[in-house]
């Protein structure tokens, strides 16, 4: 399932393609006819990301939503735009631009185009988002440090912080020493906050790369003429040799996931 930054991104780079223009929207696969006549030959807004959530605001006074979950991806076109296969859920089709720009979006859990109102109900639901301007920190920190919950699952609840996935949670822990089990109450306001600030600065990077890269180069003594490989882009994420202390790594279920962490600079206290 993409993580927070990858939703900031699509966001940030569907805003070039159609903001502030007149899009034609279709549901090929038949499941948002109605939603998408709402819209149709309207103008986008304005694009919004928050959490893993991404939401489209028209100039109807109308609010898309999309979700990706496991399986949605988006596809662009540019130029001659194909004939849109049966499984797209929603295709954006530029109406005055050259080329022609088409982005059609397959499989995702969530697709509807609502009001304002159906978007503020989804927004209270999410914890603060690290890559948004507005967020406060300090509904994360509160929430975590009286929960009795794995800090490991607290990082995954949406509700307690929004945009973090299974990569992000494991690098955020290695980082700071902290086994994934240990209870949020557990750990010191300092390393709540840490935890915080050291979201934001990884998801950034996210956005800007458009891919997780965790690790800098003088970590894993990596050249600086060569881009750094998936395999070496994270500390525990699926390694098995720990990049500080060479010893295994190893992987423990938390919130029903394998949260990969290093017994030695992680240890359960």
């Not at 893993?52 to 001659?80: A, D, N, Q």
């Not at 914890?127 to 406060?136: E, F, H, Q, W």
Request: hydrophobic share 35%; proline share 7%.
């Amino acid at each position: 399932m993409p993580e927070g930054h990858t939703i900031h991104r699509i966001a940030r780079d569907h805003a070039r393609l159609l903001q502030d223009r007149p899009v034609h929207v279709t549901s090929p696969q038949g499941r948002c006819v109605a939603d998408a006549a709402l819209v149709d030959g309207a103008m986008i807004e304005r694009y919004e990301a928050y959490g893993k959530h991404m939401f489209t605001w028209w100039s109807t006074g109308h609010v898309g939503h999309i979700h990706l979950g496991l399986f949605g991806k988006y596809r662009i076109h540019r130029g001659e735009v194909p004939t849109p296969r049966p499984t797209v859920r929603l295709r954006l089709e530029s109406a005055d631009t050259e080329p022609v720009i088409a982005i059609d979006l397959t499989g995702p859990t969530a697709c509807s185009i609502g009001t304002v109102d159906d978007r503020a109900a989804i927004v209270k639901r999410l914890g603060p988002d690290p890559l948004r301007s507005d967020a406060d920190p300090e509904r994360f920190i509160a929430r975590a440090a009286k929960s009795s919950k794995a800090i490991g699952a607290l990082l995954l609840d949406q509700s307690v912080i929004a945009g973090i996935g299974n990569v992000y949670r494991a690098e955020l822990l290695f980082v700071h020493g902290i086994h994934p089990q240990r209870p949020g109450r557990d750990c010191s306001t300092i390393e709540l906050h840490e935890l915080w600030d050291t979201s934001v600065s990884m998801l950034r990077a996210g956005v800007r790369a458009n891919r997780i890269v965790t690790v800098t180069r003088s970590d894993i003594g990596w050249p600086s003429n060569k881009a750094i490989p998936r395999s070496e882009a994270t500390y525990v994420y699926k390694r098995d040799v720990c990049v500080r202390c060479g010893g295994p790594v190893q992987t423990v279920e938390v919130a029903n996931r394998a949260c990969y962490f290093c017994p030695v600079d992680q240890p359960r206290r």
